[in-house]
T-cell receptor
Framework: DTGVSQDPRHKITKRGQNVTFRCDPI?????LYWYRQTLGQGPEFLTY????????KSRLLSDRFSAERPKGSFSTLEIQRTEQGDSAMYLC?????????????FGEGSRLTVL | GIQVEQSPPDLILQEGANSTLRCNFS?????LQWFHQNPWGQLINLFY???GTKQNGRLSATTVATERYSLLYISSSQTTDSGVYFC?????????????FGQGTELSVKP
């Protein structure tokens, strides 16, 4: 499978614990995006990377959230001190482009449940 | 910021019927994508269609960028077409290619 891969697919955690999600983009895709989707809503942008540089962060990305893409390949999204409101599907997408935009491809998502 | 409105919010069809889903957006865009979200939550790419018309089997899409809308046509619907359909756009002012999603249309196809 050469699509966008996310791990884990499901995570159940207790309030206050830290969680980390991993995204492996399509090979040679230079842009990588993180989105969050809650029940009944469309996905909302969190942040994106151009290679290893994090170029934009949404106001949704509180200081408990941190994302990295250290070598310009896979990315991690960490949530510290989780809260019940963090329960959502976390989606990763990637894109290969030399211009401002192009077709994004999404992974299967990581579903987080905070008890 | 840009507003993306999809209609109708919900749609129930009998198998074999045709349908049209609409996406209106409030500003100029240089990217528009249609997705189908499957029951497991994955977004499946249907069309990358900043302008013009495309067809893929029973599905087709048209974007009229100058009038700020896009339409997704589903013909001879099947129960497997059920799910949520999202339209998402990138404004011409965003250099990062960030997609902004609508709220989706939830389609239910009955046998």
């Amino acid at each position: 499978d050469t699509g966008v891969s996310q791990d884990p697919r499901h995570k159940i955690t207790k309030r206050g614990q830290n969680v980390t999600f991993r995204c492996d983009p399509i090979s040679e895709h230079n842009r990588l995006y993180w989105y969050r989707q809650t029940l009944g809503q469309g996905p909302e942008f969190l942040t994106y990377f151009q290679n290893e540089a994090q170029l934009e962060k949404s106001r949704l990305l509180s200081d408990r959230f941190s994302a990295e893409r250290p070598k310009g390949s896979f990315s991690t999204l960490e949530i510290q001190r989780t809260e019940q409101g963090d329960s959502a599907m976390y989606l990763c997408a990637s894109l290969r482009t030399s211009g401002p935009t192009g077709e994004l491809f999404f992974g299967e998502g990581s579903r987080l449940t905070v008890l | 910021g840009i507003q993306v409105e999809q209609s109708p919010p919900d749609l129930i069809l009998q198998e074999g019927a045709n349908s049209t889903l609409r996406c209106n957006f409030s500003d100029s865009v240089n990217n528009l994508q249609w997705f189908h979200q499957n029951p497991w939550g994955q977004l499946i790419n249907l069309f990358y269609i900043p302008s013009g018309t495309k067809q893929n089997g029973r599905l087709s899409a048209t974007t009229v960028a100058t009038e700020r809308y896009s339409l997704l046509y589903i013909s001879s619907s099947q129960t497997t077409d059920s799910g949520v359909y999202f339209c998402a756009v990138v404004t011409i002012y965003n250099q990062g290619g960030k997609l902004i999603f609508g709220q989706g249309t939830e389609l239910s196809v009955k046998p």
